[in-house]
């Protein structure tokens, strides 16, 4: 009760209203045509004490962003911060409130070889009280977006995309960003062949699904 309530107000204080599964932002379809095309899925997501699957020990986002990637044959990079957050999950909400208040932009491990030799970028990310963890913000403002084309990606527990791929495309200067997908954390975690047919469905709808036949 005491989660849902912190969740319904971090909803509210976003000025959210709870979207669908395939809420729209952005432009058309893809371009995959180049076979020279490098395709990176960048991600953040937690294990530990997570809303609505328990304890888990591979993160929500994390399954998502491998199903992406194999998809896609693309890359992979983790974003994880320095310091870590709570395992529990009231204290990380508490933790992740504090950093949203004030737009901390927290330290994060290692970077991505060869970022700019990537021109199609997914960006995954969980829904923090409607918004991206901070540390991706801290991930797009170390590099350069213009000309990319960026595919947003969620998992959330009741939010849907809450409006953050405006948030990515503010962030991502210059890019073309598409339209993004948001899948509930417990069908990331607990049914993952549903997850599998959203990803799937998403990426043809997007035009991206060629790019692996
Ligand atoms: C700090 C924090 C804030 C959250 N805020 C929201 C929210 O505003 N809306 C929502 O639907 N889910 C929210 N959640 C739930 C997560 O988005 C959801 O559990 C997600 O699948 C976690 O992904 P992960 O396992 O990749 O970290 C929040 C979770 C945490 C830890």
């Known amino acids: 009760m005491m989660r849902k309530s912190i969740l319904l107000a971090g909803a509210f204080m976003a000025g959210i209203t709870f979207s669908p599964l395939f809420a729209a932002d952005g432009a058309g379809a893809?371009?995959?045509?180049?076979?020279?095309?490098?395709?990176?899925?960048?991600?953040?997501?937690?294990?530990?004490?997570?809303?609505?699957?328990?304890?888990i020990t591979k993160g929500n986002t994390e399954i998502i962003a491998e199903m992406i990637a194999a998809e896609t044959k693309a890359n992979l990079f983790?974003?994880?911060?320095?310091?870590?957050?709570?395992?529990?999950y009231k204290a990380q909400t508490d933790v992740a409130m504090k950093e949203l208040r004030a737009k901390v932009r927290p330290?994060?491990?290692?970077?991505?070889?060869?970022?700019?030799?990537?021109?199609?970028v997914y960006i995954g990310y969980p829904i923090w009280w409607g918004d991206l963890p901070m540390a991706m913000y801290t991930f797009i403002e170390k590099h350069g977006w213009n000309g990319k084309q960026v595919i947003p990606f969620c998992t959330h527990a009741g939010s849907g995309l809450a409006g953050t791929p405006g948030k990515v495309?503010?962030?991502?200067?210059?890019?073309?960003?598409?339209e993004g997908l948001?899948?509930?954390?417990?069908?990331?975690?607990?049914?993952?062949p549903t997850a599998e047919k959203e990803v799937t469905a998403w990426l043809q709808k997007i035009g991206m699904k060629q790019l692996t036949s």
């Open 169 to 178: 495309r503010a962030a991502c200067k210059g890019a073309t960003v598409l």
């Open 107 to 120: 330290a994060i491990k290692g970077d991505v070889k060869d970022f700019d030799s990537y021109d199609t």
């Open 30 to 55: 893809g371009t995959s045509d180049a076979a020279s095309h490098r395709t990176l899925v960048v991600y953040f997501s937690q294990t530990g004490e997570q809303y609505g699957v328990g304890t």
């Open 78 to 88: 983790h974003v994880e911060t320095v310091a870590s957050y709570p395992f529990e």
């Open 182 to 192: 948001a899948v509930a954390g417990t069908t990331a975690q607990h049914d993952r």
